[in-house]
């Protein structure tokens, strides 16, 4: 298969079956090559045709609280005080840079997924 932009639907599904048959490929042979090209050219059509947008920033704390079983209250050290952490939960406050950081390094939460507007999503 020669390897080119994929701009239509029967061109990425002709991509997948190829890359299906390449799964075992060994690296660095021209069928590995071909199969980490392929790869990469799939990425970016998907990314093209089916973006996936990022989580609003309260999205992201509730999901992260969720995964590591905390609750409101647990976020207090981070933002300050209860009323701010309600106020943040509920979309009232927007994050400052400090309780940015704090997420940060407290939850683990990347900064990006924090910079965005509250209730875009």
């Known amino acids: ?21 390449l799964m075992d490929a060994a690296l660095n042979t021209v069928q590995g090559d071909e199969l980490e090209l392929l790869s990469l050219l799939v990425h970016d059509y998907e990314e093209k045709k089916f973006p996936i947008d990022k ?20 976020l207090v050290p981070l933002l300050g005080s209860r009323s701010r952490v309600s106020e943040v939960l509920s979309g009232r406050r927007g994050l400052s840079l400090k309780m940015i950081r704090a997420l940060v390094a407290g939850l683990r ?9 509250p209730g875009r999503a």
């Not at 298969?1 to 048959?21: C, D, F, N, P, Q």
């Not at 920033?57 to 209250?73: D, T």
């Open 1 to 21: 298969m020669k390897a080119r932009i994929i701009k239509t639907k029967a061109e990425y599904e002709a991509a997948l079956a190829r890359i299906e048959k």
């Open 55 to 74: 989580p609003d920033p309260v999205a992201a704390i509730r999901f992260r609280m969720e995964q590591q079983g905390l609750a409101p209250r647990d």
């Open 109 to 117: 939460i990347p900064a990006e997924l924090l910079l965005g507007e």
